[in-house]
């Protein structure tokens, strides 16, 4: 991208529409992830499972994306390939009609690791998309990108309770047709993408990069700090993915569609926080995003396994606002830390936070085996508080200068 002194950025204007339709994208890939634990309850009838198994389908998903994506992003910041979002959907499609005749417990993890691969796929190279249309407000760009996520994960069980619920499982082959959508869309970027490569490669000579005179061991500890904080959030929001249904079910007997309304304000909460943490981290600083984000969310987490209904309902919304702006900030921290490396920094956040999703949902799932729904939310109430560590990271904003 053409540069200038200051941000090598700037010399572009933000393109919104491609931010847009990345954001759509990702709002697809997303909506069509989040079926499968949309009908863990469908799925723990129709197969007898166990809540250990249940943790196992999402750890098989999570740990796939999870161990392939850093290798996917590092590949692709030397050889970009605008195409392999495409590929990355059909997995994902894939995947999910493999789920919806899927007639065993095996036949399952195998489902899901194919939408696990899609996954892997399609976040390192749509990361590096929504960096590229940024023009500099890299905040604003990672949290439009997020927002589709996020909103994609709200949906996506609202569409569960209201089709897959009622009708069973070889109702989740219906959904093909939105990865269809997908496909077409992520078709229109990848000729943007191409276009802008070539104009990149073009302007080569001019492009410069971002530095911050932190140390070798300076970034290593700040790396491991940030996923340190990527723990705490996944591992946390795992028990709301997997088991927060299950929860309510338990505790106030309502029934499975009534739980499904339940995550879905949840969700809808994390899209609209992710909308704020990017803007008021350019602004701001994304130390402080991340700092509250985390660390702020702790009161609300260590009251909700304690309330009534309406009042887990409340506070699971706070949790999903507050908690949902630390991601964007924490991943274009990292991208500052590791300027030049945005596929290998995507791949390895986005990787890390679904391994840490698939571990906490399947160790979360043994534990609720062994005592009750209710002890896990009252045991992952403390993650949040792993938050003060934040205060140990450097502020970029002040030591960023360029070469």
């Known amino acids: 991208m053409d540069t200038i002194k200051a941000n090598p950025d700037i010399v572009k204007k933000t393109t919104y529409s491609i931010?847009?339709?990345?954001?759509?994208?990702?709002?697809?890939?997303?909506?069509?992830?989040?079926?499968?634990?949309?009908?863990?309850?469908?799925?723990?009838?129709?197969?007898?499972?166990?809540?250990?198994?249940i943790g196992i389908i999402t750890l098989t998903y999570q740990m796939v994306a999870s161990i392939l994506q850093p290798f996917i992003g590092m590949y692709t910041d030397k050889n970009s390939k605008p195409y392999s979002l495409i590929i990355g959907m059909c997995f994902t499609m894939i995947g999910l009609f493999l789920v919806s005749i899927a007639s065993s417990f095996t036949y399952l993890l195998l489902s899901v690791s194919l939408i696990g691969i899609g996954s892997s796929i399609f976040h390192p190279e749509s990361s590096r998309v929504a960096h590229l249309a940024s023009g500099g407000k890299r905040g604003l760009a990672q949290s439009i990108f997020q927002l589709g996520g996020n909103a994609g994960s709200a949906i996506g069980p609202l569409l569960a309770?209201?089709?897959?619920?009622?009708?069973?499982?070889?109702?989740?082959?219906?959904?093909?047709?939105?990865?269809?959508?997908?496909?077409?869309?992520?078709?229109?970027?990848?000729?943007?993408?191409?276009?802008?490569?070539?104009?990149?490669?073009?302007?080569?000579?001019?492009?410069?990069?971002?530095?911050?005179?932190?140390?070798?061991?300076?970034?290593?500890?700040?790396?491991?700090?940030?996923?340190?904080?990527?723990?705490s959030k996944y591992f946390y929001m795992s028990s709301i993915t997997s088991y927060y249904t299950f929860f309510l079910i338990?505790?106030?007997?309502?029934?499975?569609?009534?739980?499904?309304?339940?995550?879905?304000?949840?969700?809808?909460?994390?899209?609209?926080?992710?909308?704020?943490?990017?803007?008021?981290?350019?602004?701001?600083?994304?130390?402080?995003?991340?700092?509250?984000?985390?660390?702020?969310?702790?009161?609300?987490?260590?009251?909700?396994?304690?309330?009534?209904?309406?009042?887990?309902?409340?506070?699971?919304?706070?949790?999903?606002?507050?908690?949902?702006?630390?991601?964007?900030?924490?991943?274009?921290?990292?991208?500052?830390?590791?300027?030049?490396?945005?596929?290998?920094?995507?791949?390895?956040?986005?990787?890390?936070?679904?391994?840490?999703?698939?571990?906490?949902?399947?160790?979360?799932?043994?534990?609720?085996?062994a005592t009750s729904i209710e002890y896990v939310f009252k045991i992952c109430a403390f993650l949040p508080l792993i938050g003060i560590i934040t205060g140990f990271l450097p502020n970029l904003e002040k030591r960023k200068k360029v070469e």
């Not at 499982?169 to 990848?190: D, E, P, R, T």
Request: proline content about 3%; some cysteine.
């Open 19 to 53: 931010l847009f339709i990345i954001s759509f994208s990702h709002l697809i890939n997303d909506l069509l992830q989040a079926l499968v634990p949309s009908i863990y309850p469908l799925l723990k009838e129709n197969f007898n499972l166990s809540f250990t198994q």
């Open 250 to 369: 338990d505790k106030f007997h309502i029934s499975i569609q009534q739980s499904q309304v339940y995550l879905f304000l949840f969700s809808g909460a994390v899209a609209a926080g992710t909308l704020i943490g990017g803007p008021i981290g350019d602004r701001y600083g994304r130390k402080y995003v991340i700092w509250v984000s985390i660390l702020g969310v702790a009161p609300f987490t260590l009251m909700l396994p304690y309330v009534s209904l309406f009042w887990v309902g409340t506070l699971s919304v706070i949790i999903g606002l507050i908690l949902s702006s630390a991601f964007s900030a924490i991943l274009v921290y990292a991208t500052e830390l590791m300027p030049g490396k945005v596929g290998l920094v995507a791949g390895l956040f986005f990787g890390f936070a679904f391994g840490m999703g698939g571990l906490g949902s399947a160790i979360l799932g043994k534990i609720a085996d």
């Open 161 to 231: 309770a209201f089709i897959v619920i009622p009708h069973g499982q070889n109702y989740v082959a219906w959904f093909c047709i939105i990865a269809l959508v997908g496909i077409f869309a992520l078709y229109k970027i990848a000729i943007w993408y191409t276009a802008h490569l070539s104009e990149r490669n073009a302007n080569k000579a001019s492009h410069q990069i971002e530095t911050h005179h932190l140390s070798k061991n300076r970034v290593i500890g700040s790396l491991i700090i940030l996923l340190v904080l990527i723990f």
